[in-house]
């Protein structure tokens, strides 16, 4: 991409705030039939899987929606996105635009 089109104007890494995350926790609960005692540490602990693919898909909505379509960053002509797990199990991805 370099090569062909020059250098990115941006370099954003986006990361899960798994740990911050109302709505993912009550998705864990959800999927794990886990009681409300249990602490969003413990069901994203317990369940990373279901945490990396709930971040997938609010990343790709995101994405498409707020970069590419509505141009936040203005006009995306390139990008490139690799998706990198942690050794904790959070994925995180960069971009560059």
Known sequence: MIAEYGSPTLFPPLVCAEYDSA???????KV????????IS?????DTVSVSRQFSYK????????????????????????KEI??????????LL
């Open 32 to 39: 794990n039939n886990a009681p409300q005692s249990y602490s």
């Open 59 to 82: 990343f790709k909505d995101f994405f498409n929606i707020v970069i590419l379509q509505r141009g936040v960053l203005g006009n995306v002509e390139q990008y490139y996105v690799k």
């Open 42 to 46: 413990r069901l994203c602990t317990e």
């Open 86 to 95: 942690q050794i904790c199990g959070a994925p995180h991805y960069h971009i």
């Open 23 to 29: 709505d993912m926790a009550q998705y864990l609960r």
